[in-house]
């Protein structure tokens, strides 16, 4: 880039840094990252999950999905440092606050999540107004510590049932989002951090939380472009926000989603996790399923064994980095009583075809650009069924921008990385699209 770089080039390199720095959480052993905030030793169940704590939500009345239910204003004192690269810049480029939010489950029953906003002190240079990016997560766990609006001062909480650290590396996309100028709320998603259980990959629950987060975010800051942003199963929600948002949402402005990674077809995923470091995230699934659709109950019942039952219990309170040291590299034969693989056992049980049927994103029509990024190497999400999403919705007239991701293949680092090299052609899709600069289509090239 040199002298002659652009503000616009140079502000993505200033992004990727940080990105880079803080993202190295997901793979760097947590010996060797480091807080200076003494709130990074704080379990977060002694801060909030005491009776009228802030993420109790048993006594707060219903009402319209998006509404803001409770909130929390807080500062940022974070500042992580990764041995080997430059800190985070200080002061952070926003404030943020905690929010309890309205939406409804896959059933159209209310329910309160929780999720941060991070409204940016950095200039908004773009077109028009500053825009709201609202980020769906990539895997965060299944216990209510896992939460990223739970470590917003520090960036790192404790998982008060293993002990172990939870880095919130969402934060950091959120703080180089925020130092490019856009707001970001960065949703908890339906039972992560509130009651209940997380209803990992349901496609409805996750694209219900992203655009009541939007309007969530609206009631506080007032009417702004939105897009939607995410890698992994934030990939998957912001897809199937991207397609549910002109009937669910039709009063949220949104203008272009970013989906990296998504897991659009679960059971293509589940062939190409089983085995593999995230092999445990399939229990996330199986949990937050069993409790939505009855039907899966005998299903699980009559196939999985005392190991797989004490598996499922033990995953419904881990997050990421704790369900990778004990679950990573184990196969699901172990959890079924006659030995086969769940991917097996599934493709002979109707009633689970039906509820995976019900979660394949891409029969609805997105009406605005999507970038779709899938990793040619990816270790966890499979090219195929990305590519088959793209397929999908340009069959239905959509405007789809492919990237093919090509991190080499490094087992566990690769479908991570791919959250840091997408950055820039993310965040350029994004400004040329609140430009009104046409979109690229690759539809002809699936």
């Known amino acids: 880039m040199g002298q002659h770089a652009s503000p616009v080039r140079r502000r993505f390199a200033a992004g990727v840094a940080v990105v880079g720095a803080l993202t190295l959480g997901l793979t760097t052993p947590p010996a060797m990252m480091t807080t200076t905030s003494p709130a990074a030793a704080a379990t977060p169940g002694e801060q909030f999950d005491q009776p009228g704590g802030f993420y109790d939500t048993s006594a707060i009345p219903a009402a319209d999905p998006g509404t803001v239910l409770r909130s929390e204003a807080t500062s940022l004192p974070l500042a992580v440092e990764v041995p080997g690269l430059p800190p985070v810049p200080s002061p952070l480029p926003a404030v943020a606050q905690r929010l309890i939010y309205q939406t409804i489950d896959v059933h159209g029953r209310p329910v309160a999540t929780s999720g941060a906003l991070y409204d940016s002190t950095a200039p908004w240079t773009g077109a028009g107004p500053r825009p709201t990016v609202v980020i769906g997560p990539g895997t965060?766990?299944?216990?209510?510590?896992?939460?990223?609006?739970?470590?917003?001062?520090?960036?790192?909480?404790?998982?008060?049932?293993?002990?172990?650290?939870?880095?919130?590396?969402?934060?950091?996309?959120?703080?180089?989002?925020?130092?490019?100028?856009?707001?970001?709320?960065?949703?908890?998603?339906?039972?992560?951090?509130?009651?209940?259980?997380?209803?990992?990959?349901?496609?409805?629950?996750?694209?219900?939380?992203?655009?009541?987060?939007?309007?969530?975010?609206?009631?506080?800051t007032g009417e702004a472009p939105v897009v939607f942003w995410g890698h992994s199963q934030g990939g998957g929600a912001s897809a199937a926000a991207a397609e549910l948002a002109p009937g669910y949402a039709p009063d949220v402005d949104v203008r272009a989603a970013y989906a990296s990674a998504p897991p659009a077809d679960l059971l293509a995923v589940l062939d190409h996790i089983d085995g593999s470091t995230l092999t445990g995230a399939v229990g996330f699934a199986i949990n937050g399923m069993v409790d939505r659709y009855p039907a899966l109950r005998d299903v699980v019942e009559r196939n999985i064994n005392d190991t797989g039952r004490a598996a499922l219990a033990d995953i419904s309170g881990l997050c990421t980095l704790d369900l990778r040291s004990a679950y990573g590299g184990h196969t699901t034969d172990e959890w079924t009583s006659d030995g086969r693989r769940l991917g097996e056992v599934i493709r002979e049980e109707p009633a689970a075809l039906e509820v995976l049927d019900h979660q394949r994103i891409g029969n609805r029509t997105p009406a605005v650009p999507v970038?779709?990024?899938?990793?040619?190497?990816?270790?966890?999400?499979?090219?195929?069924?990305?590519?088959?999403?793209?397929r999908d919705w340009c069959t239905r007239g959509a405007t789809v921008h492919f990237h093919h991701e090509t991190t080499p293949p490094v087992t566990g680092v690769t479908h991570g990385a791919a959250a840091v090299t997408n950055f820039p052609l993310a965040l350029q899709f994004v400004h040329d699209r609140l430009a009104g600069l046409p979109a690229p289509n690759d539809c002809g090239a699936l």
């Open 140 to 220: 965060q766990g299944q216990g209510d510590a896992c939460a990223p609006s739970r470590n917003l001062e520090s960036g790192m909480g404790v998982n008060p049932q293993t002990g172990g650290v939870v880095p919130s590396y969402e934060e950091a996309f959120a703080l180089a989002l925020a130092g490019q100028g856009f707001r970001v709320m960065v949703i908890d998603y339906i039972g992560l951090g509130t009651p209940g259980i997380h209803t990992y990959s349901d496609r409805v629950e996750q694209a219900h939380a992203m655009l009541d987060g939007a309007r969530a975010a609206r009631s506080l």
């Open 371 to 390: 970038m779709l990024a899938g990793g040619v190497h990816d270790d966890i999400i499979p090219l195929g069924q990305v590519e088959q999403l793209g």
